[in-house]
């Protein structure tokens, strides 16, 4: 399932809620996602806490006239390895052609 994001709700703070949809491009399956933020440093860290205790830590780093950005996340059993970072890393490439169409800086 690789599709988007149609809704989201994050308060940027220590111990505040993120929540999001996410589904397939068809809409033929989805699921809804929450944690809680565990590490909010701007610019730099982002980590959240899931329910059942995983986290999931997204860093930024300046890479020449870029940045690098590293999601590290503590895996779930249901799903294999394989299948969770491919789902991370679309993730990533969305938030890539975002931020580029946008022109936004970090």
């Avoid at 989805?30 to 933020?37: P, S, V």
């Avoid at 870029?66 to 996340?73: A, H, I």
């Avoid at 249901?78 to 970090?106: K, M, T």
Wanted: net charge negative.
């Amino acid at each position: 399932m690789i599709g988007g994001c149609p809704s989201a709700e994050a308060d940027l703070k220590v111990a505040s809620a993120y929540k999001a949809r996410m589904e397939a491009r068809d809409s033929s399956d989805g699921f809804g996602f929450e944690a809680i933020y565990g590490q909010v440093q701007p610019h730099e860290v982002l980590e959240l806490v899931m329910a059942d205790g995983r986290r999931f830590r997204t860093i930024f780093e300046p890479a020449g006239s870029g940045t690098k950005v590293t999601t590290v996340f503590d895996a779930e059993a249901q799903n294999s390895i394989d299948v969770q970072r491919n789902g991370w890393q679309a993730i990533l490439d969305n938030f890539r052609a975002y931020v580029e169409s946008e022109r936004i800086s970090l």
